[in-house]
């Protein structure tokens, strides 16, 4: 199985940019979906993005498009999250997560430890 492991979270200001990184651990991502999801203090995890590795279909929620891209790396086996405009209410830590099936917002078994991303206004 795999291990999603995330990476690149840090501070930046408001209007900055930010990529967080998913690689995978254990094994390939190939035939996987992974998701990125975002949690901020007192709030309910939500759904930022996700990507299926065979063909590379992907999709960003309506509130996040047009800020927030993911894409791969398939020689690093990575997946990232680029994140521009950023706002104070992105706020959140980020965590990965891989799942079969084609299923893209929910159903996620694997998921990493997470990285905090904190914007500041």
């Known amino acids: 199985q795999v291990q999603p492991v995330e990476s690149g979270g840090g501070l930046v200001q408001a209007g900055g940019s930010l990529r967080v990184s998913c690689a995978a651990s254990?094994?390939?991502?190939?035939?996987?979906?992974i998701g990125w999801f975002r949690q901020a203090p007192g709030k309910e995890r939500e759904f930022v993005a996700a990507l299926r590795w065979a063909g590379g279909t992907s999709y960003v929620t309506d509130s996040m498009k047009g800020r927030f891209t993911i894409s791969r790396d398939n020689a690093k086996n990575t997946v990232y999250l680029q994140m521009n405009s950023l706002k104070s209410e992105d706020t959140a830590v980020y965590y990965c997560?891989?799942?079969?099936?084609?299923?893209?917002?929910?159903?996620?078994?694997?998921w990493g430890q997470g990285t905090q991303v904190t914007v500041s206004s």
């Open positions: 997560a891989a799942k079969t099936g084609i299923l893209l917002t929910g159903g996620y078994n694997y």
């Open positions: 254990g094994r390939t991502f190939d035939g996987y979906t």
